[in-house]
């Protein structure tokens, strides 16, 4: 084990890949550049990512912030990077779902898992391109194949539906005056319609919900990515939102290795909670990742029959992932 001088000094090494730009990689980007626990902030992409670090480059932050274009700077982008997030790939537009994404934002990420692989072997790895579902387990083969799999290292980003859930709870249960960061709902499941299932049963402060309520935060919770595609028409899928969300995920994993205590959140892992070989749970982080996988809990009917309508949508939707690195 390194000494903790050592680790605070290498702590918040980070890569976020653009590849290609849109809003919410430029937004996660500049958002972690603020973050005071990020002190090397790598930005590459395929294009433009010359003009979005020297526009990063301009805050008022501790970290530096360096740039890489190119296939062929990749791997310098991640030498010595110990959190890489990846918001890669093309975003949604109405009538598209998450799954219509594949074709193109499979491909992306399996080239910069190979980098992973390569360069930084043992970094922690936020992957945030969608449809997560799929692209989770394409990393995880990508990773076995070049034999640095590590699944506590692993993670998909699922706190948006998270972020989307404490949000929404509010405003059915009337709670004057409740800041949204208070609430604590859990999200479990996965990253896509269905999959994504809120436990409202299990929310903090408890509070109870008529089957109405219920239903009506289920679906908004579960269809909120679409909410926003619809609401931008046709400019864009939610960008804002989902880069809060990334560097509020992103800021959790180093304080986990930073060696924080109880650092408890949502994600898409490699998991024994089902009989899925992925699943988002509850998870504790630190120093490596994932340190500890919470089960359930206790489940209501209305839960338990969500459950099973994610885990047969899931099964799918990893399978497609496998599929598309051992064909």
Request: aromatic share 6%; with cysteine.
């Amino acid at each position: 084990m390194q000494p903790t001088s050592q680790v605070n000094q290498r702590i918040a090494r980070l890569a976020a890949h653009l590849n290609p730009p849109n809003l919410q990689t430029e937004e996660t980007s500049g958002l972690m550049r603020e973050n005071c626990r990020a002190k090397v902030l790598h930005l590459y992409d395929v294009v433009n990512s010359p003009g979005v670090t020297a526009d990063i480059s301009h805050m008022d932050t501790g970290a530096v912030v360096r740039g890489f274009l190119g296939q062929q700077q990749l791997e310098d982008a991640l030498t010595g990077m110990d959190l890489v997030i990846i918001p890669a790939g093309v975003p949604r537009k109405p009538g598209m779902t998450r799954d219509d994404l594949f074709n193109i934002n499979a491909g992306i990420v399996k080239t910069l898992c190979e980098g992973i692989a390569k360069c930084c072997p043992k970094a922690i790895v936020n992957l945030i391109s969608n449809p997560v579902n799929s692209t989770v387990p394409i990393a995880a083969e990508v990773f076995k194949k070049a034999g640095t799999y590590d699944p506590n290292r692993l993670l998909g980003v699922t706190m948006l539906d998270v972020v989307r859930a404490n949000t929404f709870w509010i405003q059915p249960a009337e709670v004057l005056g409740l800041d949204p960061r208070e609430v604590d709902v859990p999200v479990v499941g996965g990253h896509a319609g269905v999959t994504i299932l809120p436990l409202l049963s299990q929310v903090k402060p408890p509070c109870s919900f008529t089957p109405k309520e219920i239903d009506f935060l289920t679906d908004r919770i579960q269809n909120g990515g679409t909410e926003v595609v619809e609401a931008k028409a046709g400019t864009g899928s939610a960008t804002l939102s989902m880069a809060y969300a990334a560097v509020k995920f992103a800021d959790a994993c180093l304080r986990g290795l930073r060696g924080d205590a109880n650092i408890v959140e949502c994600a898409y892992v490699a998991s024994q909670v089902t009989e899925l070989p992925f699943f988002a749970s509850k998870v504790r982080l630190g120093r490596y990742g994932v340190e500890e996988i919470y089960p359930l809990g206790p489940l209501n009917e209305y839960e338990r029959a969500g459950l099973e309508k994610a885990k047969k949508e899931l099964a799918g939707s990893i399978q497609k992932g496998v599929t598309f690195i051992r064909k």
